[in-house]
């Protein structure tokens, strides 16, 4: 019998699976291909916060910076590389949102001055992590197993996973692959990415975040990415994705901004972001709609519902709809999570999956 059971070996997955190890319980983690397989093994892995005005995620994202940056840099400083990031304005409304950025964050800030770029820019402390080796490390300690997890029963006081494996409790981090559980107020949607690795003779010291992200030059190689592509996904589209698109928009792009002299790509690098439909992560338990549905909906169809008045699956959790920030938001995340299944701490609202479920009742 494990204490938890976590379906997904990516950077949700493994950042959950790295606190319930901490707290000493028994961890298995699932993947269908590997760890890091999906969209995290694609991920460029820039840690940055979100330069916008205002607004729950922008705050979301800050915290989660803050906190992710000490996390990778206390507990990982081996495959987390420090970097100063730079991120210029693509147009000037990106301009107007830095511009307010800098005279509200608490973030210190290089001199405006202290690179000579024409556009506004805004210019932090930050980092890059190493993709798979961090979901790797992330889950040293648990027990990992190469299976399709695709049947998941309740019985008695314990989950059992594809009529094998017993678990105590369950977190869903499958990303934006076919969902295991059929709840239909959960949905998320799949943002196809593609980045590259090249080898330049151009000098870069620094992470660039402009039209397109781009790493410092480490030993001749940087990192290019990514595009967003929402008419691609691996599992419903009927052609295969042509990687020769992905690579002239990606050194057209950067290009852009950096003059890149003997470039010749190494590595292409693909996978599925997953993200939810108001753009904030999914965390915590799951509705039951079917079981909150059979006691009537006076509860539900309220201007403000009570989500504690909803029937949920029993210790079953989900991690899911990160976006573009997984590697920062995860540990974040996970930290949430952990604390709530282990000391009962309570998970804000504006990240339980409950606030679809509402949502969607109130559709009809
Ligand atoms: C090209 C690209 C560049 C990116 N760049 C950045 C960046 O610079 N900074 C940043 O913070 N974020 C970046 N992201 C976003 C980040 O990668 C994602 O937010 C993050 O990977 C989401 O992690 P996840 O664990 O939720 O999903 P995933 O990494 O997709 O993991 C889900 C896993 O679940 C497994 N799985 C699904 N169903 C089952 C099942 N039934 N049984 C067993 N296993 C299952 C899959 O095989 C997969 O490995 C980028 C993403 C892409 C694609």
Same mark, same amino acid.
């Given at each position: 019998?494990?204490?938890?059971?976590?379906?997904?070996?990516?950077?949700?997955?493994?950042?959950?699976?790295?606190?319930?190890?901490?707290?000493?319980?028994?961890?298995?983690?699932?993947?269908?291909?590997?760890?890091?397989?999906?969209?995290?093994?694609?991920?460029?892995?820039?840690?940055?916060?979100?330069?916008?005005?205002?607004?729950?995620?922008?705050?979301?994202?800050?915290?989660?910076?803050?906190?992710?940056?000490?996390?990778?840099?206390?507990?990982?400083?081996?495959?987390?590389?420090?970097?100063?990031?730079?991120?210029?304005?693509?147009?000037?409304?990106?301009?107007?949102?830095?511009?307010?950025?800098?005279?509200?964050?608490?973030?210190?800030?290089? +001199?405006?001055?202290? $690179?000579? &770029?024409?556009?506004? @820019? !805004?210019?932090?402390? =930050? *980092?890059?992590? %190493?993709?798979?080796?961090?979901?790797?490390?992330?889950?040293?300690?648990?027990?990992?197993?190469?299976?399709?997890?695709?049947?998941?029963?309740?019985?008695?006081?314990?989950?059992?996973?594809?009529?094998?494996?017993?678990?105590?409790?369950?977190?869903?981090?499958?990303?934006?692959?076919?969902?295991?559980?059929?709840?239909?107020?959960?949905?998320?949607?799949?943002?196809?990415?593609?980045?590259?690795?090249?080898?330049?003779?151009?000098?870069?010291?620094?992470?660039?975040?402009?039209?397109?992200?781009?790493?410092?030059?480490?030993?001749?190689?940087?990192?290019?990415?990514?595009?967003?592509?929402?008419?691609?996904?691996?599992?419903?589209?009927?052609?295969?994705?042509?990687?020769?698109?992905?690579?002239?928009?990606?050194?057209?792009?950067?290009?852009?901004?950096? +003059?890149?002299?003997? $470039?010749? &790509?190494?590595?292409? @690098? !693909?996978?599925?972001? =997953? *993200?939810?439909? %108001?753009?904030?992560?999914?965390?915590?338990?799951?509705?039951?709609?079917?079981?909150?549905?059979?006691?009537?909906?006076?509860?539900?169809?309220?201007?403000?519902?009570?989500?504690?008045?909803?029937?949920?699956?029993?210790?079953?959790?989900?991690?899911?709809?990160?976006?573009?920030?997984?590697?920062?938001?995860?540990?974040?995340?996970?930290?949430?999570?952990?604390?709530?299944?282990?000391?009962?701490?309570?998970?804000?609202?504006?990240?339980?999956?409950?606030?679809?479920?509402?949502?969607?009742?109130?559709?009809?």
């Amino acid at each position: 019998m494990y204490d938890i059971a976590i379906v997904g070996a990516g950077i949700n997955g493994t950042s959950v699976a790295y606190e319930f190890i901490q707290a000493g319980k028994k961890v298995i983690v699932f993947d269908k291909d590997a760890i890091a397989a999906g969209g995290s093994g694609a991920a460029g892995a820039f840690i940055s916060p979100k330069f916008s005005k205002a607004g729950e995620l922008k705050e979301l994202i800050h915290d989660a910076f803050v906190y992710s940056t000490d996390f990778y840099e206390k507990n990982f400083p081996n495959i987390y590389n420090k970097t100063r990031l730079i991120h210029i304005a693509k147009d000037e409304k990106d301009a107007e949102d830095l511009k307010y950025y800098k005279t509200h964050t608490s973030l210190k800030l290089y +001199d405006q001055n202290s $690179v000579n &770029i024409d556009q506004e @820019y !805004v210019s932090i402390d =930050s *980092g890059i992590v %190493d993709a798979k080796n961090m979901c790797e490390a992330l889950c040293e300690g648990a027990k990992f197993k190469q299976e399709n997890i695709s049947s998941l029963v309740y019985e008695d006081s314990y989950w059992v996973l594809n009529d094998i494996y017993a678990a105590k409790e369950v977190v869903l981090a499958t990303g934006a692959y076919k969902s295991l559980l059929n709840e239909p107020c959960i949905k998320l949607r799949g943002v196809w990415g593609h980045r590259i690795d090249i080898k330049t003779s151009t000098k870069n010291e620094n992470s660039i975040h402009h039209f397109v992200s781009m790493s410092p030059n480490n030993g001749g190689v940087m990192a290019i990415g990514a595009t967003h592509n929402v008419h691609y996904h691996p599992e419903t589209s009927k052609e295969e994705y042509d990687l020769s698109y992905g690579r002239v928009e990606l050194l057209e792009k950067a290009t852009r901004t950096l +003059d890149l002299t003997d $470039v010749e &790509i190494i590595k292409d @690098y !693909v996978g599925l972001r =997953s *993200g939810s439909f %108001d753009y904030l992560p999914l965390l915590g338990r799951i509705v039951n709609s079917h079981e909150t549905l059979e006691c009537g909906e006076k509860n539900i169809r309220v201007k403000k519902p009570d989500f504690e008045k909803f029937i949920y699956y029993p210790n079953l959790y989900m991690i899911n709809g990160n976006g573009g920030y997984g590697f920062v938001l995860a540990p974040y995340l996970a930290k949430k999570l952990a604390d709530y299944i282990l000391k009962g701490k309570k998970i804000e609202d504006m990240l339980s999956p409950a606030r679809f479920f509402a949502r969607w009742v109130k559709r009809g």
